[in-house]
Nanobody, 124 residues
Framework: QVQLVESGGGLVQAGGSLRLSCAAS????????MGWFRQAPGKEREFVAG????????LYADSVKGRFTISRDNAKNTVYLQMNSLKPEDTAVYYC?????????????????WGQGTQVTVSS
């Protein structure tokens, strides 16, 4: 059974930092692209960041470019999202997802596996 488990969320003041982790019990993790998405109350789920299977290419939403960094450790089956200079509008539930194609996308469509999410709240 595939499981993606996010951790590292919490409450932080504006300007602060958080590091999210997503541990995957997925035998093919090293060949999957990984992505982070988020969903704020009353809004649709949106793409945040993605990384290809080998970490060679990353992709970011314009709203987080320069502030967030996605990385992965295939030896640990884990993907990370370092979030700096957080803003109140970053408040959302953050989800990690796995795309078996390995290529990654800013669309949710190719991502077959999803975690349960971790709450990030940024106070002003």
């Amino acid at each position: 059974q595939v499981q993606l488990v996010e951790s590292g969320g919490g409450l932080v003041q504006a300007g602060g930092s958080l590091r999210l982790s997503c541990a995957a019990s997925l035998r093919t993790f090293s060949t999957c692209a990984m992505g982070w998405f988020r969903q704020a109350p009353g809004k649709e789920r949106e793409f945040v960041a993605g990384v290809t299977w080998n970490g060679g290419k990353t992709l970011y939403a314009d709203s987080v470019k320069g502030r967030f960094t996605i990385s992965r450790d295939n030896a640990k089956n884990t993907v990370y999202l370092q979030m700096n200079s957080l803003k109140p509008e970053d408040t959302a539930v953050y989800y990690c997802a796995a795309d078996p194609s390995g290529l990654g996308s800013n669309s949710a469509y190719p991502y077959d596996y999803w975690g349960q999410g971790t709450q990030v709240t940024v106070s002003s």
